[in-house]
C-alpha cells in the first residue's frame, strides 16, 4: 500500500461480525486491505507509521458470546489481551480511581468527573479539581427505569473542551446509548484506536460494563456498533495481522 493522493475521497468501512472474536479478526483483515499508510506527526508515537481506515462503523451483534480474540494454538502470535485484563479493566471503567501522573482515566470521566483548572496561588502555578458530582453510569440506569426507554438523551461521555490542550487527550470520546427491541446497546466512538491491543480490552470491558447496566436497567444485552476515524495498527503489529489473516501477499509500504 502506498501514501494516499489528494485527489481521493474518504473511503468509509463498514463491518458487520457476530462476535467481538469475529470483530477483531474481520477489522484485521480489512485494514490490511484498505487502510491507508502514514507517518504520526503529533501523538504518542510521533515518527511511526499507522496503518488506518478513513472511517469504520463497526457493528456486533452478540458482543457476548466471545469477549476475547482466540489465537491460534502454536501460531506464535501474541495474545492482545486476556480475559483477566478485561475484568481488571471492568474495575477501571466503574471507578474514578486514577494516580497523581495520570490526568484523567475513563473511569474517573464515566463515574466521578472533574474539571481541571490552573490557578496562580502564592505565585505558583497549581491545578485545582473541581468535582462535578455525577455518576453517568448510574444515572443513565436510573433514566431508563424511571422514565422509560423513548429517549435519545441517555449518552455517556468521555471528552471534555479542555482535552484539546492535552498531550494524550483520551481515546474513548463517547458511549451513547439505546434501548431497542428490549435490549441495551453502546454506541461508542473513538477518536484514534489502536486495533491490536486497545480494540480487543476496550470492547471486552464495554461489554462487560453493559452487561452490568443491562441487568440494573431489567433488558436484555444487546449488540456494539463502534465507530472511529482513527482505527489503526502500529507498524510493529502489522506481521502479526497478515500471519493471523493469512494475508501474507499483501504487501504494505
Not at 37 to 42: A, E, M
Not at 54 to 60: G, K, N
Request: net charge negative; glycine share 8%.
Amino acid at each position: 500500500m502506498t501514501q494516499p493522493t489528494q485527489n481521493e475521497g474518504m473511503k468509509p468501512v463498514y463491518i458487520e461480525a457476530f462476535d467481538l472474536d469475529d470483530a477483531w479478526f474481520q477489522c484485521l483483515s480489512a485494514i490490511l486491505e484498505k487502510g491507508q499508510v502514514y507517518t504520526i506527526t503529533r501523538g504518542s508515537y510521533k515518527g511511526q507509521k499507522r496503518l488506518e481506515f478513513d472511517f469504520v462503523t463497526l457493528r456486533v451483534k452478540k458482543p457476548s458470546h466471545q469477549i476475547i480474540p482466540i489465537i491460534p494454538e502454536g501460531s506464535g502470535i501474541p495474545a492482545p489481551t486476556t480475559m483477566e485484563y478485561v475484568q481488571g479493566y471492568l474495575e477501571y471503567l466503574l471507578t474514578g480511581a486514577k494516580t497523581e501522573t495520570e490526568d484523567y482515566t475513563y473511569g474517573e470521566r464515566l463515574v466521578d468527573p472533574k474539571v481541571r483548572i490552573e490557578e496562580n496561588i502564592e505565585g505558583k502555578r497549581m491545578m485545582r479539581e473541581i468535582p462535578l458530582n455525577v455518576n453517568q453510569v448510574e444515572e443513565v440506569i436510573k433514566m431508563y427505569k424511571t422514565e422509560g426507554h423513548g429517549t435519545n438523551q441517555a449518552i455517556m461521555e468521555i471528552g471534555m473542551p479542555s482535552d484539546v490542550s492535552l498531550k494524550d487527550p483520551p481515546c474513548l470520546r463517547l458511549i451513547d446509548t439505546r434501548i431497542r427491541y428490549g435490549k441495551l446497546h453502546f454506541i461508542p466512538y473513538f477518536r484514534s484506536w489502536d486495533l491490536w491491543g486497545g480494540f480487543p480490552s476496550n470492547l471486552g470491558g464495554l461489554q462487560l460494563v453493559k452487561q452490568y447496566m443491562a441487568e440494573e436497567i431489567g433488558v436484555e444485552d444487546g449488540e456494539i456498533i463502534a465507530i472511529s476515524k482513527g482505527l489503526h495498527l502500529y507498524d510493529y503489529t502489522w506481521e502479526w495481522a497478515k500471519q493471523r489473516t493469512t494475508k501474507y501477499e499483501k504487501k504494505i509500504e
